[in-house]
């Protein structure tokens, strides 16, 4: 079979990436358009389109801007981050561990007065 030389190759578009998905969930819960998104995040439009159909991820800057214009804060903002490959600006092992020590010193000083009460009792 012969081919002519005016055939145009067709290509299929890649799949949305998981924060694109996300970015587009977020986006219709509010009902707004991909416009009404990129004027509150100073974006293209054309970005936003392409930031939800394709696999790529935006930079961190412009990931924070959509957060912001999603009114995305704490859990939900740091979640939105790790979607598209960024650590949160909070430090959760800091906090884990400065809880950690906080809940070792209640239980020391519950110890402590459970001592004492036996000594008083007895």
């Not at 998981?18 to 970015?23: A, Q």
């Not at 912001?68 to 909070?90: I, N």
Request: a positive charge; glycine letters at 6%.
């Amino acid at each position: 079979m012969a081919s002519s030389g005016n055939q145009r190759t067709v290509t299929k578009p890649d799949k949305p990436s998981g924060f694109g998905i996300i970015v587009r969930r977020h986006r219709l819960s509010y009902g707004m358009s991909q416009n009404q998104l990129a004027k509150l995040t100073g974006i293209d439009a054309a970005y936003v389109n392409r930031i939800e159909r394709s696999p790529a991820t935006p930079t961190r800057a412009v990931v924070l801007r959509l957060a912001a214009a999603l009114a995305l804060e704490g859990v939900p903002k740091d979640r939105f981050l790790w979607a598209a490959g960024y650590a949160p600006d909070h430090d959760y092992i800091s906090e884990a561990l400065t809880y950690r020590d906080a809940a070792n010193v209640l239980i020391e000083a519950r110890k402590q007065a459970l001592k004492e009460e036996n000594l008083h009792e007895g």
